[in-house]
């Protein structure tokens, strides 16, 4: 008797001491919507923002669980699950996962490591916990469609030098990943073009409406062969107030490729990214970012490559509780081959937000976008060649956990 | 009637002319027979103010004197070092506790002391010894905004500016090196050294006006958990 209460009370000790060294944190972002916009793509549709003009009203920004674990002093470990009901089929996914390993710098030199599945060092614009954007509700086209179809799942290594701890004015870094399962990507941008949302696809989660043109349900997280993608970028940072990041791309999807049973094809995909982000006193901020990219597919009998392009410049500026946000949105795909069943879409998107952080625990944002763009896919399927859609949304965020203060 | 002030030279008008460092010192009127107050000004290059400059005095007469060893104290409070600049002699001790709920990994990979310690919360850790003269540089393994210095010193006397750039000490009459440093300084080390006679007076001044402007200061406002 007397062992099982010790052997009780050392357990809850144990539970009670892992608990009280896991960081957590829970958000709750509710939206009232009013949007003139086509069915989006989670919806079967082409629209280019995240709520069509049938969602107009009251709905779910996202629900939030977030915990990071200390595994002894070097290793942590990373969840990130979100809700996002937008016709999702599986309400609850994982967007990021993983394991990192931090040992302290060493002669100015720092390694990490990462393991599982995350998002490859490319947005400057998403650097808020959960991957989302402190200057607006929407991402940008880059990054959303990063938050669509690309995900790292596999391992990253970075090496920095840390100049600035040691008498420099900067730092540099070089990061190079390996992954698989990203053979899908690529599909949504070929069928839909670039969209501006905020809805970021779970690890190993579908794209659309299952069995319903255009997507058919897409899986992005694929592996149909057994080559390994692969990036490689570089960061270098002026203080703690610049920040350029290049990266290449190349989840080296063989595009013959196609799996037997669900007739899903392997997207060959490639992309270049770079961008810089500059802040400045009285809270100024300017971000500008670039991709530039290629997806292929090559099943019997047919090849078709989907060049893509897209820009965006941001300007925010902070001022105390207070953010105001600015954006202007460039996007671009193409395909020459209309008569084997490729498309385009061109298009161009202004975004315009007010955020009010009231406290640590809430948070409200009113954000204005419309998007003009022009897509054959979009007429193709029956509607207008040319679209100006508009999406207004103010989101009240609740948070809280061991992680916010 | 007391003689005029008299403007002293070392390198202070080849600062004047290089566009490197102003240096003015001036000598007031005969004091106490024991020493005198030394008051040292720092400038900007547009000419403000210099708060938090750290200032460290050594006698160059005389056998050489070691500032006694303390205990010091830098904190971890709302992400960020407390204070983010201290000043200890050489063999001093200097307490890192985590006020924090987060915890922290902080870490130093400078000459003068290397180490690292982790900050789990509400858990102590002894002090840290620093044995060897230098600029020990602090940051956080997990929260890469976390800045700090600590500055490691034999000098007997030291300290920091006040919010007029100004600092004092009393000190016995002689010769004296005088360096300053801050975290921000662009300036050549060897244009932020000067000697400095303090004679019959009561009062020694010494002002420096950095040729070349600071480096930006950390932002402030932006929120910890940000990507850095």
Same mark, same amino acid.
Request: hydrophobic share 40%; with cysteine.
């Given at each position: 008797? #007397? ?14 001491? /892992? ?7 829970? /958000? ?39 915990? !990071? ?175 350029? =990041? ?15 049973? &669900? ?35 090559? @099943?019997?009998?047919?090849?078709? /490559? ?18 105001? %946000? ?28 007010? !955020? ?50 | #009637? ?15 002319? /290089? ?17 005198? !107050? ?31 060893? #303390? ?7 709302? =992400? ?16 890192? @506790?985590?006020?924090? &709920? ?23 850790? @002894? ?36 919010? %007029? ?9 002689? =010769? ?6 801050? *975290? ?31 480096? *930006?200061?950390?932002? !402030? ?8």
């Amino acid at each position: 008797m #007397m062992l099982r209460a010790t052997a009780l009370s050392l357990a809850l000790l144990m539970v009670s001491t /892992s608990v009280r060294a896991a960081d957590w944190e829970v /958000s709750l972002d509710t939206r009232l919507v009013n949007s003139d916009a086509d069915r989006p793509f989670m919806d079967a549709g082409l629209g280019t923002v995240r709520f069509g003009r049938n969602d107009s009203g009251l709905q779910l920004g996202r629900a939030r669980l977030a915990l !990071t674990q200390q595994l002894g002093e070097l290793w942590s470990a990373h969840l990130d699950v979100s809700a996002w009901d937008n016709k999702d089929r599986s309400p609850v996914g994982a967007t990021e996962a993983y394991l990192q390993f931090r040992p302290y710098p060493r002669a100015g030199y720092r390694f990490r490591l990462k393991a599982g599945a995350f998002y490859p060092p490319v947005s400057l614009e998403n650097r808020a916990p959960g991957w989302e954007s402190p200057y607006g509700l929407s991402y940008s086209a880059i990054d959303s469609w990063l938050a669509v179809e690309v995900r790292t799942i596999g391992m990253e290594a970075q090496l920095e030098w840390l100049g600035t701890r040691s008498g420099h004015l900067f730092d540099l870094g070089v990061t190079g990943g390996v992954f698989g399962w990203n053979e899908g990507a690529g599909v949504v941008l070929a069928n839909d073009g670039f969209s501006l949302t905020d809805r970021q696809t779970p690890v190993f989660g579908r794209v659309g409406q299952p069995g319903v043109a255009p997507l058919l349900g897409a899986e992005p997280f694929l592996q149909l062969d057994h080559h390994a993608g692969v990036y490689a970028g570089v960061e270098a940072r002026y203080l703690d107030r610049v920040v350029v =990041r290049v990266l290449r791309y190349d989840n080296r999807a063989d595009p013959t490729q196609i799996d037997n049973v &669900s007739n899903a094809i392997a997207w060959d995909t490639t992309f270049t990214s770079a961008g810089v982000r500059v802040e400045g006193d009285n809270g100024w901020t300017v971000i500008a970012q670039w991709l530039d990219g290629k997806t292929t597919i090559a @099943p019997p009998g047919l090849q078709l /490559s989907w060049p893509f392009r897209a820009e965006y410049a941001l300007l925010s500026r902070r001022l105390g509780r207070h953010t105001l %946000s600015a954006r202007y949105d460039r996007f671009q795909v193409d395909s020459g081959s209309l008569a084997q069943g490729g498309g385009w879409q061109d298009g161009h998107a202004w975004t315009a937000a007010y !955020t009010f952080n009231a406290s640590v625990h809430w948070r409200f944002t009113l954000e204005w976008l419309r998007v003009l763009s022009s897509s054959y896919n979009r007429q193709d399927l029956g509607g207008p060649l040319l679209a100006t859609e508009t999406q207004l949304q103010l989101a009240i965020r609740y948070a809280f956990g061991s992680a916010i203060r | #009637m007391r003689p005029p002030a008299r403007l002293f030279r070392t390198k202070a008008i080849a600062g004047l002319t /290089s566009g490197a460092l102003l240096v003015f010192a001036a000598l007031g009127a005969a004091g106490p027979a024991m020493g005198a !107050t030394l008051v040292i000004n720092v400038q900007t290059s547009d000419g403000h103010a210099l708060a938090g400059a750290v200032i460290t005095v050594r006698p160059l007469d005389g056998a050489p004197r070691k500032p006694a060893a #303390m205990h010091a104290v830098m904190d971890q409070v709302d =992400r960020a070092f407390e204070p983010d600049l201290l000043v200890v002699p050489v063999g001093s001790t200097v307490e890192f @506790p985590n006020s924090d &709920s987060v915890s922290h990994q902080i870490y130093s990979f400078s000459p003068a002391r290397r180490f690292q310690l982790p900050l789990y919360r509400g858990k102590p850790y @002894p002090p840290v010894h620093f044995e060897q003269t230098g600029v020990v540089t602090l940051g956080c393994n997990i929260h890469d905004d976390m800045l700090a210095y600590l500055v490691v010193t034999d000098a007997p006397y030291f300290g920091r500016t006040n919010q %007029s750039g100004g600092w004092s000490a009393d000190v016995p009459r002689g =010769r004296y090196h005088v360096v300053i440093w801050h *975290p921000r300084l662009r300036d050549n080390a060897a244009d932020l050294e000067r000697e400095l006679t303090v004679g019959d007076t009561d009062r020694a001044d010494l002002t420096l006006r950095l040729a070349k402007a600071l480096e *930006p200061a950390p932002l !402030t406002g932006r929120p910890h958990s940000w990507d850095y």
